[in-house]
């Protein structure tokens, strides 16, 4: 079955540049009618929606984040990829990445999660 | 976009039904039947529980129901057992096309 796993960076210092990837196995990233999230949770909190991508490349970001996220998406690769520039300590947070089908909108294959923290 | 509404907490004891709401607008828990909850055990990613409002993913329990009224979406969780316990979150589509998700509950079973 499919299967996500988040890798990147654990340390980014402030006002740096956030990058992760996705790596998808089990199953063709670029096959099917699929949308890749990602979505972090700083420790204690509730889960935030960062954006998401399609596999023709169109992208959908959180209002709150629009100005600091890029995700794109390498189907060669089979791995989609998270940016986010001018991070604060506010940034710190696991980063899951997350697969949803449009017909269900919903996440249904999810990451094991990568911890970030954004420290000088 | 705001984040969805539910309790911070909820309890029951075992064997009893206990149900989580969340609370949205007519632009998306109102709006739309993309409606779904999620399962987190502590340092575990979390897991789809509920889609489309009520429906359940394969391998789920029977045990977990969902529906909607209005803005209010609800999980409703019978025959509580331990391994229950757990933060739950529901997420909503939005008419701006994106997703919001709720701010959790932790159920607790005594």
């Known amino acids: 079955q499919v299967q996500l796993q988040e890798s990147g960076p654990g340390l980014v210092t402030p006002s740096q540049t956030l990058s992760l990837t996705c790596t998808v196995s089990g199953g063709s990233i670029s096959r099917g009618s699929y949308y890749w999230s990602w979505i972090r949770q700083p420790a204690g909190k509730g889960l935030e929606w960062i954006g998401r991508i399609y596999t023709s490349g169109s992208t959908i970001y959180n209002p709150s984040l629009k100005s600091r996220v890029s995700i794109s998406i390498d189907t060669s690769k089979t791995q989609f990829s998270l940016k986010l520039s001018s991070v604060t300590a506010a940034d710190t947070a696991v980063y899951y990445c997350?697969?949803?089908?449009?017909?269900?909108?919903?996440?249904?294959?999810w990451g094991q999660g990568t911890m970030v923290t954004v420290s000088s | 976009q705001s984040a969805l509404t539910q309790p911070a907490s909820v309890s029951g004891s075992p064997g009893q039904s206990i149900t989580i709401s969340c609370t949205g607008t007519s632009s998306d828990v109102g709006g739309f039947n993309y409606v779904s909850w999620y399962q987190q055990h502590p340092g575990k990613a979390p897991k789809l529980m509920i889609y489309d409002v009520s429906e359940r993913p394969s391998g789920v329990s029977d045990r977990f129901s969902g529906s909607k009224s209005g803005n209010t979406a609800s999980l409703t969780i019978s025959g509580l057992q331990a391994e229950d316990e757990a933060d739950y979150y529901c997420?909503?589509?939005?008419?701006?096309?994106?997703?919001?998700f709720g701010g959790g509950t932790k159920l607790t079973v005594l």
């Open positions: 997420s909503s589509y939005t008419s701006s096309s994106t997703w919001v």
């Open positions: 997350a697969r949803m089908a449009p017909s269900t909108g919903a996440f249904d294959v």
